[in-house]
């Protein structure tokens, strides 16, 4: 009798599984119908009666729920932090064009490099939302990432798994990592800012931001909630792939279940990319999503190879960006903004208007000789673009709209935060505020103090700052190593958790290195690169506040400005005593030492003169000094590397009469070791 029974428990439950593998993969079905090719078969109700089928008995049957099922896209409970996650392949960004000239430049560079005709160019709308990647292995979807830096990112799993165009399970059991963009739908986000509007809670700028927050929420409840989509664009790692052009490899993705953008063309000959991004620059706003531009990539994966990448972005596709949007708009006034260091900054407060996207409101007008140069006037009609789609730009006055009740702007002569006299030093376009007490400067230099650039304390925004500052508790940035959290609860908007994240996220910077401290304090014309110079160079806080003028000197770069400058901030006693506080709370004020291994160039000097296609100064002197090298400004006999770009100066001469080796960017790169194949 038992055996009996147990057969009938037994065929029972392989009736069970069986339905709830058939509904699972109707509803897998039904779900890439609807989310990805927007062909829906049946209605909401029948496909409303298969997933309550399958829940019920998943909840009977729990052994038989799986975490691809697709009623396990929202689980687990909220984060308190996101983990950190290698990209083992890089995460590029595109170099960028801005007129079709430089499309067809980039077309006729490449040839050049393969020595060959490039087979073929594949044109993408370029989504303006946020870049993550997804891991699929034997086809079941187990982890995603944000961009980040492009070497590392955010483990935002949870909350990829929310978006219903994202498959949990591929059509096929590979392992594959594909990037794509997740943004929101420009109907979505204004009911998503309706309901904010409705429930008194801050509205997102645009399209772009909203899909940008609503990944990064540590509860992926509310995500779930937030309408998000997703277009799958390219490949990171992957097994066993079949396709030999990025044109098939797309075709392949849609095989596996992917969502890719259905307005993606080939073309034999770069013409037809250039007649592409016309076309789209002008119907942009037909799409029911935002785009800032088209990518442009050779579409042969060989020829892809052969041609490679630089440290920050491949040499086979750019991003080609549509001219700034402009609008005109009326200056009602224009006020002054006191920053961190004390600088004065003329601001415009606008009629609000929409460019690209997003309200604008106000915009800076940089300094006083901005402001005559354009003839801004308050009352002024004025043309505004989003520069690169992102800040906010007066182009300048519609002088055939005045009225005569326009009226000039006149720089303060004392400080609007704190009355202090305002001056302008001979040679200078900044004014600023010379009140040691000015509460302005407290806060921007605050914010600056605990900025990414700085000791890079997470939750620490203007709102907050304003809220320390304003209570009193926090009058420098050594305070900010005293709080507790019971002092945090008694602010406004401050609960158990919050509290305790910002005190975890405020211990956490204790860890920086010094040359992170340096550029946080805040110390004038010691920004990021020079603070790397100087900590590098003394290795602890101490050493280097008993730097003399000489010793300051004898470090390359460091001139009689900045060693000045250094000086007279640590001669001051309110910062020493600020630096006593920060050592007693524990506070790293050393910098880490070097590996030799990993120093491959160790003491070669190298000079920089001209500019570079891709990088920055700034960007080139941190890529050398990371692997032990040293830039300094003038060529002598003891030079040896000059690194010449376009337009090069008078250092490219003395290099050729020295006979010292000179370097392009691509013979740079080779020898930095950042341009082979990953």
């Known amino acids: 009798m038992k055996d009996h029974q147990a057969t009938l428990w037994d065929e029972n439950q392989d009736e069970v599984a069986r339905e709830i593998e058939s509904l699972k993969e109707q509803i897998r079905r039904h779900n890439h119908l609807y989310y990805v090719l927007d062909a829906p078969e049946i209605s909401d109700v029948e496909y409303d009666r298969l997933y309550a089928r399958l829940v019920e008995l998943e909840e009977a049957y729990p052994h038989f729920r799986a975490d691809d099922s697709p009623t396990q896209r929202v689980a687990g409970q ?42 073929g160019y594949v044109a993408e709308l370029k989504i303006d939302g946020l870049a993550v990647t997804l891991h699929y292995e034997d086809g079941k979807f187990v982890r995603g990432a944000t961009r980040g830096d492009g070497f590392s990112g955010e483990d935002i799993t949870a ?39 409705q429930k008194g809670e801050a509205l997102f700028a645009n399209p772009r931001n909203a899909a940008a927050g609503s990944l990064r929420q540590l509860d992926p409840r509310v995500t779930a909630e937030r309408p998000l989509d997703i277009f799958i664009y390219q490949m990171g790692l992957g097994q066993d ?20 953008n259905p ?17 789209w620059e002008e119907k942009r706003q037909e799409l029911s999503y935002d785009i800032d531009g088209v990518v442009i990539k050779v579409n042969d994966l060989r020829q892809q190879r052969q041609l490679g990448h630089t440290a920050k972005s491949p040499r086979w596709a750019v991003a080609f960006k549509f001219p700034a949007q402009e609008v005109t708009t009326q200056v009602n006034d224009i006020i002054v903004q006191v920053g961190r260091t004390g600088v004065l900054t003329p601001l415009a407060l606008l009629t609000p208007v929409e460019v690209a996207g997003s309200v604008v409101s106000r915009a800076s007008l940089h300094n006083e000789d901005i402001v005559r140069a354009k003839d801004v006037r308050i009352g002024d009609w004025v043309l505004i673009r989003k520069a690169g789609d992102v800040i906010p730009e007066v182009i300048g006055p519609i002088t055939g709209k005045r009225t005569g009740a326009e009226r000039q702007f006149i720089m303060p002569k004392l400080c609007p935060a704190c009355g202090a006299h305002v001056v302008r030093e001979e040679g200078e376009a900044a004014s600023r505020c010379v009140g040691k007490g000015c509460p302005a400067q407290l806060v921007e230099g605050l914010v600056h ?10 939750g620490l925004g203007p709102a907050v700052v304003n809220q320390l500052v304003k209570s009193g508790l926090v009058q ?10 019971d002092h945090l609860l008694g602010l406004e908007r401050f609960g158990d958790r919050s509290a305790k994240n910002l005190i975890a996220a405020i211990n956490r910077s204790k860890t920086q290195p010094l040359s992170r401290l340096l550029a946080a ?36 770069e460091i001139g009689e400005k900045i060693a000045s400058s250094i000086i007279d901030f640590f001669a001051e006693p309110q910062n020493q005593r600020i630096i006593e506080r920060l050592k007693g709370a524990g506070v790293n004020l050393a910098e880490p030492e070097d590996s030799d291994t990993k120093q491959p160039l160790s003491g070669k000097t190298f000079v920089l003169t001209g500019t570079l296609p891709d990088y920055s100064r700034d960007e080139v002197a941190e890529l050398i000094e990371k692997l032990g090298g040293k830039v300094v400004s003038q060529v002598s006999s003891k030079t040896d590397y000059v690194v010449v770009g ?18 392009s960017q691509a013979e740079l790169l080779a020898l930095l070791g950042v341009d082979d194949e990953e």
């Open 449 to 458: 103090f605990a900025s990414r650039a700085g000791m890079d304390i997470e």
């Open 476 to 485: 420098d940035p050594a305070d900010l190593y005293y709080l507790t959290c």
């Open 263 to 279: 307005h993606i063309e080939l073309y034999d000959h770069i013409d037809g990319v250039v007649e592409y991004c016309r076309n």
């Open 646 to 663: 376009e337009r090069p100066g008078s250092k490219y001469e003395r290099a050729k009469e020295l006979g010292i080796t000179t370097l």
């Open 78 to 119: 909220a984060l308190t932090s996101f983990a950190t996650v290698a990209h083992r392949l890089p995460m590029l960004s595109l170099a960028n064009t801005f007129d079709y000239a430089e499309i067809r430049s980039f077309a006729s560079r490449t040839e050049k490099a393969l020595n060959e005709p490039v087979d």
């Open 241 to 260: 792939v079949p396709p030999r052009t990025h044109h098939q490899l797309l075709i392949y993705f849609q095989e596996l279940g992917l969502r890719v």
């Open 521 to 556: 304090l805040g110390i004038r014309h010691v920004g990021s690169s020079n603070a790397r110079l100087l900590a590098k160079h003394f290795g602890t806080l101490d050493e280097l506040i008993r730097a003399d003028l000489t010793q300051l000197l004898s470090v390359p």
């Open 159 to 197: 909350n990829l798994r929310t978006i219903k165009s994202i498959p949990l399970r591929l059509q096929r059991p590979v392992t594959i990592e594909v990037r794509g963009e997740v943004y929101m739908d420009r109907r979505d986000f204004e009911a998503l800012n309706a309901l904010r509007m």
